[in-house]
């Protein structure tokens, strides 16, 4: 009776958590300076990868695929795109067969896997959404297919920190406290040396760290932020307006809740929260906000 | 002859110290640098040593990371716990440490293309709150280290990544100026040791690297700067903002933290709630994060303060009869004895003079005193209580669109929308015009 019991309560806790829809908002500083975080993230972790991790001029070659710097100056984002997936980019980074030493890397590193249907919006201009691959939900320039490099993202958009992407996901593991680690192609071009000719392109994977911005998320850090019961209320009540009207479909509305949301928070520096929990709490609202107005 | 070769030489001189004058700005800003931020760097650094590409020779991969010029950071952290943590003033300093010249002139190109700043020795203010860990003097470096480094205690102080909240705090006088996001880019040498065993010096194995890391102060100056070059709508900067900076500068100097965390709290909520009308939302987001970094800075206590000691540290105003020089005069008073609290603030009971408002003098707490111009229905006057003209006594002064339910004779209508019920910020004043309808 008590092995079935332990049966039973085993298949309860091994069942996956519900897969819940999440947001994911980058600006063009994020995508810029995502290349080097992952080289310096592997770098640190060559143990792990042995000879499949080297150096090469501007990069790192890590399984295969060469991961090349922006800070070069001649190498410019033309397309992004979140894999559902390990998977995936083994499929992607395989010529004729997967390459499946990638994939079984990257399913080391943990990265987050996810169900279709996806949304895809974006705010930057000369960028759309790019949904041609099964498994993919990302972004390229208007020119991808004919080589036009107009919009591309360069070293020096590092500075660039507005939010102008954003992914909404089906996770199949949902994330509440952390990050969620995203699988992301990243194509870089090389301009071509003559007027006519097509970039020299490469793909290459990276898992980012990236933190959902959604009023989930703020209902989340709520939940482990420590305050007073009175202030516990108010941004309660706030975020409970903000889900009503974002089930009613008036994102507007739910952004100003968003911000309503900071506004209690900050006003309550001190008396309610400490300076610290606030920062968190505030700087997430208004990142929802932003989100909710893209 | 001499005559005529001295006219250029002076022309020379005037040139040069003109140059001199215009390279040599230089000014004072403290920074706190985490344990985390300077783990972090590490990473940073082997990917940009890595970007430099052909610029750089060199670069070799080692378990755990990169080995460049002779230096490797490879396993900080973890194998190697972090023994000391040192800002380095130039490039030029590293010579005290790095003996061989091609590894000096190789770690001078990676730091030149890194564009790190340079500032003027000696530090200032060096605290940390790790415990088991102190400032070391040295002339061309802010140098913190545990004690297994200092004193050879074992691997007393040693630390790893669950230190990463650990804070070293220190000011600098850099040069040049700061990016966009109002930091700095700061050189710093790491050194990273295994542990001996059982805690007895025995054999270990070290490891030292130099990295940068990008920190913006913490101070208020800096913050004050910031807020400058980001708001541009002058009601946000000048009525709302500006005073309240005025009242956390006054509150630092008379060591009144508690205020000086108000008014900080109260600019930050007045910045979030501007947004978007008053100010951009991610702007609003990046001056929240630098006031709250200014709160962290006032908030900071190092790990020796302790309040009854009778030695006056950082975050505490006064400790027993350490008043820092401090008297009734000096924080506002007329006269007096001034004297600390039991949890290290100053106690003004004994202070005279107290402030009388309406004499034309600012005394005490008071925020302005203009004498008879003091007045409670003037836009913008200092009012009869001696506080500056704000969003909530009753008169609607020249940054504000209404006051209560004043709405200077404006509607939904009149501003353009086709119905609804205009009203009125509490906190800032300005119109309310979430239920106005397009």
Known sequence: MVLLLALLVGLVTATPAAATERTFVFSRADFAAMIDTFNGEVLARSADFG??????????????????????????????????????????????????????????????????PTTTRTLAPWWFPDTSQEGAAGFAIAGFKNGDAMGTINASQVTDVIPKFLVQLDLATDVTDGPALLLIGITTDVPPSRLGKMPKRAECFVVAPVYPADLQALVDLLARTPMTDTLRTTVSGILDDASASLAANDPAAAARYAKSFAVAVAHGVGTDISGDAAEKLVVLALLVNDALGI | MIRALAAPRLL??????????ATAHAEPHTFQLTVGDALTSVDRYNAFL????????????????????????????????????????????????????????????????????????????????????????????????????????????????EASAGVLRFTLDVHGFPDLFGRYRLMLELYGRTSSQDGALVKFGESRCFTFVDLAPIDLPAFDTLIHANVTNSRLLHSILEPRLEVVDTALLRRDFVRALDALAVIVSAIVSHAPTLITVPKARFLAEAGYRVRRGVEFSPANAQCGDGVRQTGEACDGNDLGGFTCVSVGFGSGTLACTADCHFDTSQCGGTAVCGNGIVEGTEECDNGAANSNTKPDACRTNCKRAYCGDGVIDTYEDCEGKNLNGETCVSLGYTSGKLSCDSVDCVFNEDNCND
Do not use: Y
Request: proline share 5%.
């Open chain 2, 50 to 161: 890595v970007s430099l590409g052909k610029q750089i020779h060199g670069v070799k991969l080692v378990p755990g990371g990169t080995v460049f010029a002779h230096q490797s950071c490879a396993g900080l952290g973890s194998v190697f716990r972090v023994g000391s943590i040192a800002m380095v003033s130039s490039p030029d300093a590293l010579a005290s440490t790095v003996t061989s010249r091609a590894a000096r002139k190789a770690l001078d190109t990676v730091f030149a293309a890194a564009g790190v700043e340079t500032w003027k020795p000696p530090g200032l203010n060096a605290e940390t709150n790790l415990p088991f860990w102190s400032f070391v003097k040295t002339d061309d470096r802010v140098k913190f280290a545990a004690d297994a480094v200092t004193t050879g205690s074992g691997d007393v102080g040693l630390l790893g990544p």
């Open chain 2, 12 to 21: 020379l001189a005037l040139l040069l110290l003109i140059i001199v004058s």
């Open chain 1, 51 to 116: 000879r499949q991790l080297r150096i090469r001029p501007d990069g790192v070659k890590f399984f295969g695929r060469s991961c090349t710097s922006l800070g070069d100056g001649t190498h410019v984002i033309s397309r992004i795109r979140v894999l559902d997936g390990a998977d995936r980019a083994a499929q992607l980074a395989g010529k004729r067969r997967p390459n499946v030493k990638l994939g079984d890397a990257l399913t080391s590193m943990n990265v987050a896997a996810w169900n279709p």
